[in-house]
């Protein structure tokens, strides 16, 4: 293999770039060339693609957002796109791929790798939704902005004695309201993987007001409901009145945490590896602190088993 190429794709996540940056470094230590290719699958069809040298991933390593720029491209879900796609990598030599997304970008993938251009995949999502890797991109940096917020949102909601709804991103995964969770010290976490017990819920707010708290944080996942309808129902059900903060595209963006910008060098270097060793369809991942590989389609089968214990233990901990 001579020439690989990168892209990023899908929803976009801190450490993207930090990925890109080892990608292309370890491509050329091992004397590859590299091509960046942006817009994700659109950049591909279209030919919106350049070679990258060292110096192009200079300075990106702290940056969130994606210096390729990241997209969804409903053409590439085609077999007139998909062959457009194969047709600009013929034309421009490149042998292999990098690409650096969530699952809908890994099954794009697959597509290629099965048309003789293999892909390996890089899980960038903040919401930690991938099958086979312990974390993924962007999720550690994610998790510490939702944090930061909380902790703000407790300053205030102390100061008027109110019960705040944080709603924060997941639309099926709730990790990250599970963790921002547990590390805000919210009384209450309601995630798609657990069935609401509203009358639980109250019960919860109110021994806390008994016994003299002076604020309550429940955090949304907006899988779920919105914090706004959970607000209706909360007053709709107990009469009790909250103020709703959506925290919104801020957890998608900002500098990554030391965390993601140590995961992305490790993934970038791997995915290179894989390549070089002429493997298609696999995903990069984290395993009990060890970086791996393994067959992409493990990424597609939706069994994750969610951490009952951390979810019995936000409760415990929140009484
Ligand atoms: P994410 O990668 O964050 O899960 P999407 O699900 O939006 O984001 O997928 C990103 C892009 O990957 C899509 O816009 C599309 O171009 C491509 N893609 C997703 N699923 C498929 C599929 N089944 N076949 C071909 N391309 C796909």
Same mark, same amino acid.
């Given at each position: 293999m001579k020439r690989i190429g990168v892209l990023t794709s899908g929803g976009d996540a801190p450490g993207m770039n930090a990925a890109i940056r080892a990608v292309v470094r370890k491509a050329i230590y091992e004397g590859l060339e590299v091509v960046g290719i942006f817009h994700g699958y659109q950049g591909l069809i279209d030919g919106n693609m350049e070679v990258l040298n060292l110096?192009?991933?200079? /300075?990106?390593?702290?940056?969130?957002?994606?210096k390729l720029y990241s997209a969804r491209c409903?053409?590439?879900?085609t077999e007139e796109g998909q062959q457009k796609a194969i047709e600009q990598l013929k034309a421009n030599g490149i042998e292999g791929l990098v690409i650096i997304g969530g699952d809908g970008s890994y099954r794009g993938s697959m597509t290629l790798t099965k048309n003789g251009f293999p892909c390996v995949g890089i899980p960038g999502t903040i919401?930690?939704?991938?099958?086979?890797? /312990?974390y993924t991109l962007g999720f550690d940096t994610a998790l510490n902005t939702v944090i930061d917020c909380i902790d703000k949102i407790r300053d205030t909601a102390t100061s008027h004695d109110r019960t705040f709804i944080v709603e924060v991103m997941g639309r099926d995964a709730g990790d990250l309201a599970l963790w921002a969770g547990l590390a805000g010290g919210a009384e209450t976490i309601i995630i798609p993987e657990v069935k609401m017990n509203m009358e639980e819920v109250v019960e919860r707010l109110k021994s806390g007001t008994s016994r003299g708290k002076k604020h309550s944080i429940i955090i949304v996942a907006?899988?779920?409901?919105?914090g706004s309808e959970f607000a209706a129902k909360l007053m709709e059900h107990a009469n009790i009145e909250t103020r709703v903060s959506v925290l919104g595209h801020i957890q998608r963006g900002g500098s990554p945490t030391g965390r993601d910008r140590v995961l992305a060098s490790m993934f970038g270097a791997r995915a290179v590896e894989v390549l070089i060793a002429g493997s298609g369809g696999r995903a990069v991942g984290i395993q009990n602190h060890q970086v791996i590989d393994y067959d992409?389609?493990?990424?597609?089968?939706?069994?994750?088993?969610?951490d009952q214990n951390m979810y019995q233990l936000s409760k415990e901990l929140s009484i």
């Open positions: 110096g192009s991933v200079g /300075d990106i390593i702290q940056r969130g957002g994606t409903p053409e590439f879900r919401d930690n939704d991938i099958p086979g890797t /312990d907006e899988g779920v409901m919105s992409m389609n493990e990424a597609f089968e939706k069994s994750e088993v969610f």
